[in-house]
């Protein structure tokens, strides 16, 4: 077993693997799941190929099944380090120098938990002003443009880094105006497009509307192995703005921006 975890050790010297700012991943009980927002691409590795990045990549999500106690081998050693090259080569994962301290990529919140869903447990009438037709329009033009001509990856960035350059906190706010513009945003998007099937446009509008008024919650994109599908929707704390517990529980937090 020493000398096992020597013949580990070295190769981590030799072999340091990091995950790239633009790699998310999420684990679910069928092994993990990529999302790369360079290529606006999802990846799936399954079970065994999850276990030898949770023991060779430091950052990488571990495994929320039960694993096997088997010791690491020479031939397991060998496997990590042939998977992790094939993933540099895919732009999944960062050779990074020994010193540096690797990206951790920190498990989302559970969507199974407790959940407050905007326009349904908490209804708040808001008044719509001219203003918020106005930011709405600003809000629903900059996304259907920025998704049919700019890369995801900008689009990202752009969210994050508004976000970043705000003052926003929960604690800070009263909720009920939070629910007041929530509910104005949803009595104004039927007249612009229909939120059925459109779960990354629709998120995206109210991101983008309420960052007018300083209000900057979670974009978060979800998915789901068994079947596949992916889910985009709005939180802030344990509120959900565009959607409710039913139609979220099933997925599994990726990015959250």
Known sequence: MLATEV???ALCQSAH???????HVCV???????????????????????ELLADAVPGWPAPVWQRSLCSATSASIKA??????????????ERIAACKDARAVLALKDMRG?????????????????RH????????LWVRFSLARRPFSSVVQEVTARKMRAVSDICGFDINRLAAQVDVFRRLR???FAAEGRCLLHALTLIRFLSHYQLHPEWVVGVATQPWGAH?????????LDSNPEKVCGYTPIMMV
Do not use: M
């Not at 693997?17 to 790699?23: E, K, L, T």
């Not at 905007?118 to 002003?129: F, K, P, S």
């Open 232 to 240: 985009s929707w709005v939180q802030w704390g344990n509120y959900l």
């Open 114 to 130: 407790e959940w407050i869903s905007i326009g349904d447990e908490l209804e708040v009438r808001g008044r719509v002003t001219l």
């Open 190 to 192: 039927p007249f612009v």
């Open 133 to 140: 037709v106005v930011n709405f329009l600003s809000a629903y």
């Open 7 to 9: 013949k580990r050790n």
């Open 28 to 50: 679910t009980a069928a092994g993990s799941v990529i999302l790369d927002v360079r290529r606006d691409k999802y990846l799936g590795l399954g079970r065994e190929e999850t």
């Open 17 to 23: 693997f990091g995950i790239p700012a633009h790699i």
């Open 80 to 93: 990590e380090n042939a998977l992790c090259e094939s993933l540099v080569a895919d732009g999944v994962l």
